[in-house]
C-alpha cells in the first residue's frame, strides 16, 4: 500500500530525516519509534503533503506522493491523525466528526457513520452537542480518531495516538 524509499527531508540546514525506507503493506500494522526529534512527525507530515520532501519518492497504492496535493491525500483513503489532536474547537464534536466526512461523494451512511464512531467512543456521543474546545484533552484525542474513522480510510497514520488518553 505504501512504500517509501530514501526519503530526506529538511527543515533549511537542518536534515530533519536522512534516507528513510519502508513499506507497509495491505493489513500490517507499522510503528516508527526513535528518541525525541528523531523525525517521526516529521515523516508522518512529509506522506501527507504537510512537509515538502528533499529527495526519494513515496508511493501510495500506486499514486506518487510526491506529485500528489495535500489536499487530495485524504481522498486517497489516507487519514492522518496529528500529535495534539487538531480538533475544531468552535464547532461541536458531531459537526467536528461530520467534516471527517467532507471527502466523501456518497453520504448517505452519514448517520451509521456516526452511530459507528459512537459506538467505538461512548463518551463523545454523550457530548456530541458541546464544543470541542471544552473536552478534556483525552476526549479530544478520541474525538480526532473518530473524526479520522469518519473518511473510512485504508490506511491511518497515527502521531502519538495514546496522548492524553486514560
Do not use: C, W
Amino acid at each position: 500500500m505504501l512504500e517509501v524509499k530514501n526519503l530526506s527531508v529538511s527543515y533549511g540546514a537542518i536534515e530533519a530525516v536522512k534516507d528513510i525506507s519502508f513499506t507497509v503493506n495491505d493489513g500490517e500494522i507499522v510503528s516508527l519509534i526513535g528518541a525525541n526529534g528523531a523525525g517521526k512527525t516529521t515523516t508522518l507530515h512529509t506522506i501527507t503533503g504537510l512537509v515538502p520532501a528533499k529527495s526519494g519518492s513515496m508511493m501510495y497504492n500506486g499514486v506518487d506522493l510526491l506529485k500528489t496535493h495535500n489536499n487530495k491525500i485524504v481522498t486517497l483513503g489516507m487519514a492522518h491523525i496529528p500529535e495534539g489532536r487538531h480538533v475544531f474547537t468552535r464547532m461541536s464534536v458531531e459537526e467536528n466528526l461530520e467534516m471527517g466526512a467532507f471527502s466523501l461523494k456518497d453520504q448517505s451512511d452519514l448517520k451509521k457513520d456516526l452511530d459507528m464512531v459512537y459506538g467505538l467512543f461512548p463518551r463523545l456521543k454523550e457530548r456530541r452537542n458541546q464544543k470541542a474546545g471544552t473536552l478534556s484533552g483525552g476526549e479530544q484525542q478520541m474525538l480526532a480518531m473518530g473524526r479520522a474513522l469518519m473518511s473510512h480510510p485504508k490506511t491511518i497514520l497515527m502521531d502519538e495516538p495514546s496522548m492524553g488518553l486514560s
